[in-house]
């Protein structure tokens, strides 16, 4: 499977599983985001400060959800 489609199947995850947040995000699709090829250098960590942030209080959940698919979005389509 390309990244095209891995990303598309993990935002329809996302979706249809009704996460609340990236924990509850992370159980489901967590395996397929980490399949991801050509993440950008400097994002490379992004996903534990996502966790960090939510934890820590700075990101709500809804927050936090949102910043992990903005992650998943803005890796490349092709590696």
């Known amino acids: 499977m390309n990244n ?5 199947y993990i ?3 996302i979706a249809g599983d009704s996460c609340k947040d990236v924990f509850s995000a992370l ?14 250098f400097g994002q490379r960590n992004k996903i534990t ?3 960090e942030d939510y934890m820590d209080g700075v990101l709500s ?3 936090s ?3 992990l698919i903005e992650f998943v979005m803005a890796v490349p389509d092709k590696p």
């Open 11 to 13: 935002l329809a995850r």
């Open 65 to 67: 959800l949102f910043e």
């Open 61 to 63: 959940a809804e927050d």
């Open 27 to 40: 159980k489901v699709v967590g395996v397929d985001i980490e399949t991801l090829e050509g993440v950008p």
């Open 4 to 8: 095209f489609k891995r990303k598309e």
């Open 49 to 51: 400060q996502i966790c």
